[in-house]
């Protein structure tokens, strides 16, 4: 199974008894939803294209009943809370401030650089989008949900919108306005381009792609278009976290199995820095996120720590690394922000149901 990250991926076949359907679990429109496609008379070739039977699920375990005409699965719902609180070492629950409450399949959120907004990849109607809300009162407006888009982010004067859309080998880097309109593909080239951060200039994206045959960091000049390649490794990477200074890039590198490494790249000097080394359980992956602070003296990251999870803080002067504050496991996701001194961070709750749908013989 591959996540959506990677392409559009099914899972969990079932061959109904009578032979004429194949049903799946497809995340094809951003969801887990259950498709069927039907069968030829010969039993080893599709006819017509797969036909989605939920809307807006997230499925797993499904079976079919003997007479094909009904289908039980396990439905989870995922709700996700954004709340802020002071950027220092001592927290009590009293600091904490709920931003905005039930936001449904939470794929990543990002404070405009004024702070007064946020673009949030979640889910409208059943579809995956991109919404911008207002982080004072929660008002929202969609601002793309022509398909499925990943690693949203603001240009430093916040009029852009940057992410990847398209999925696999036809992922490419779009903007839109943050006002709204038409997107429009910035980066295109044959094979995967992913997870855009902005220069603090706006002039510049820094991107993960596979055009060279293996997944390195890239840097585009949006003036000229020109691009070129700033790592070369046979390792996976996360994306490039600019520091404000426009001078260094963050990211994590997965060294093997069960190490990932969190490296600098001085982009004066031309050359990496490798950081530190981080332990699978670390909780940090290629797909999560590097802050930095607002004075480039420290870089956050969220980890596994005794009491569960932590927002960890890596002070570049001493490479000593502090936990900020720790959370029960199930607490807290790894979708966090920080604007100016205060942390933006999502907690989740997730409920798990037993669903039947009915009436499948009766679907054209």
């Known amino acids: 199974m591959q996540s959506s990250r ?9 061959w109904g008894k009578s032979g004429r359907y194949i049903y799946f679990i497809s995340n094809a429109d951003g969801y887990k939803d259950l498709w069927r496609v039907e069968l030829s008379d010969d039993p080893y070739r599709l006819q017509g294209s797969p036909k989605k039977i939920t809307q807006g699920f997230i499925i797993e375990d499904p079976d079919l009943s003997p007479d094909d005409d009904k289908i039980i699965f396990t439905k989870f719902d995922r709700k996700h809370t954004i709340f802020s609180l002071p950027l220092k070492t001592e927290l009590v629950v009293e600091e904490y401030q709920e931003v905005m409450a039930n936001l449904p399949h939470l794929d990543g959120f990002r404070i405009s650089p004024n702070g007064q907004s946020m673009v949030v990849e979640t889910a409208v109607q059943g579809r995956q989008a991109l919404v911008i809300k207002s982080v004072s009162d929660g008002a929202q407006k969609v601002l793309y949900d022509a398909q499925p888009a990943y690693g949203a982010c603001w240009s430093p004067d916040g009029k852009w919108i940057a992410f990847d859309a398209g999925g696999g080998d036809a992922a490419d880097i779009w903007r839109i306005s943050s006002d709204g309109g038409a997107a429009e593909k910035i980066v295109e080239h044959p094979g995967s381009d992913w997870m855009p951060t902005y220069s603090p200039t706006g002039d510049s994206l820094c991107f993960l792609s596979n055009r060279s045959g293996q997944f390195d ?22 994306a490039g976290f600019w520091s404000h200074s426009g001078r260094m890039l963050a990211y994590f590198r997965e060294i093997k199995l069960a190490t990932l490494r969190l490296c600098l790249y001085d982009l004066r000097q031309r050359r990496e820095i490798e950081m530190r080394g981080l332990y699978r359980k670390s909780r940090a992956t290629c797909l999560s996120r590097i802050v930095w602070k607002y004075d480039d003296s420290a870089l956050y990251f969220i ?20 936990t900020i504050k720790s959370f029960k496991y199930w607490e807290v996701s790894d979708h966090f922000d920080l604007h100016g001194d205060t942390i933006f961070i999502a907690q989740s709750c997730e409920n798990q149901d037993i669903w039947m749908v009915e009436g499948l013989t009766a679907l054209e």
């Open 6 to 14: 990677f392409g559009h991926w099914i899972s969990f076949p079932l």
């Open 217 to 238: 960091l890239w840097i585009q000049n949006l003036r000229d278009g020109s691009a070129h390649r700033m790592t070369d490794t046979p390792e996976s990477e996360s």
């Open 303 to 322: 980890a596994i720590v005794p009491e569960g999870v932590g927002l960890m803080e890596l002070s570049l002067a001493d490479m000593k690394v502090r």
